[in-house]
């Protein structure tokens, strides 16, 4: 009962400071408006500038937001307890990681969409730009290189997940094609990529030839992996956008949600003391 009322309690905060402090930052601080028109519409070259459908970009950048917060929130969960890991997760994701985010999207939409750093160099000076692009460049060192060791012993440990995770890539990529054409709803391809990503995870675990191991030889598996993984991390940096990374981004926020769901569905409530058989 307790993890239940943290969770409604969350939601009924994060509603609460979404139409009060978000609204007070969208009209008053960044001015935000309908009327204005994006660089994506204003530069549409079909590459760098793209316009992209709302829920696309949503899931795009609800992925990419929460990427390290079920990292970080254990963590302070382990160490200082629940109590500062939920203060952190709510109060950090509304007064410190929201408005970080929300600003620079800001700045970005009326600078051309351009980078922070980029636009740190127009304002100050060049250097400040380098100096900017080297901080973001090892901060994304490090945690690009934690994900891949991470994620690389996984696949060593658990070979019947790497099916399942490189299936998303070419189911990503088609969920992308879809959302090319304009007269198609997207609830379709989503539930069509949600159905396939759990066939692929049966798949894995029933068909052993699907699982790929490395076993023997001098170099560890999960070095083996993890040479895969920036090679991946390369090729979906360079590719534009809308090809990999936000579909991908895109079914992995459905995907979140449908478990959130199956996590509640899942969810006993205690009994009740006059339900208590004696």
């Known amino acids: 009962m307790t993890s239940a009322l943290i969770a409604v309690g969350a939601g009924l905060f994060y509603i609460l400071a979404y139409f009060t ?6 009209r008053r601080i960044f001015r935000m408006s309908r009327k204005r028109v994006t660089p994506a519409h204003t530069y549409n070259d079909g590459v760098d500038y793209v316009p992209s459908r709302a829920e696309i970009v949503f899931g795009h950048h609800f992925t990419s937001i929460a990427g390290t917060g079920p990292i970080v929130g254990p963590a ?6 629940w109590v500062p890991a939920l203060l952190w997760v709510l109060l950090g994701s509304v007064i410190m990681g929201g408005v970080h985010d929300f600003g620079a999207l ?3 939409l009326r600078s051309r969409g351009r980078s ?17 692009y080297a901080v973001i460049f090892f ?3 490090v945690v690009i290189a934690i994900f891949c060791l991470v994620i690389a012993a996984i696949f060593s440990l658990y070979p019947a997940s790497v099916f399942p995770v490189w299936a998303q ?3 990503a990529v088609l969920v992308g094609l879809a959302a090319k054409r304009k007269e198609t709803h997207m609830a379709i391809p989503a539930l069509i990529a949600l159905a396939l990503m759990y066939l692929t995870m049966w798949l894995g675990t029933r068909f052993p030839s699907l699982q790929i191991i490395f076993r023997g030889g001098t170099v560890s598996p999960t070095l083996i992996w993890t040479s895969l993984l920036l090679v991946y991390c390369f090729i979906a940096s360079v590719l534009p956008v809308q090809w990999l990374l936000q579909p991908r981004d895109y079914i992995n926020a459905n995907q979140l949600m449908f478990m959130l769901v199956l996590l509640f569905l899942e969810w006993q409530p205690p009994s009740l003391p006059w339900r208590r058989r004696h």
């Open 139 to 141: 901060e994304l060192w």
């Open 106 to 108: 800001a700045i970005s």
């Open 76 to 81: 302070i969960a382990i160490i200082w307890g």
């Open 21 to 26: 402090y978000g609204r007070w930052l969208g």
């Open 169 to 171: 890539i070419p189911i």
């Open 116 to 132: 922070v750093a980029d636009i740190c160099g127009t304002l100050i000076n060049p250097r400040v730009r380098i100096l900017f």
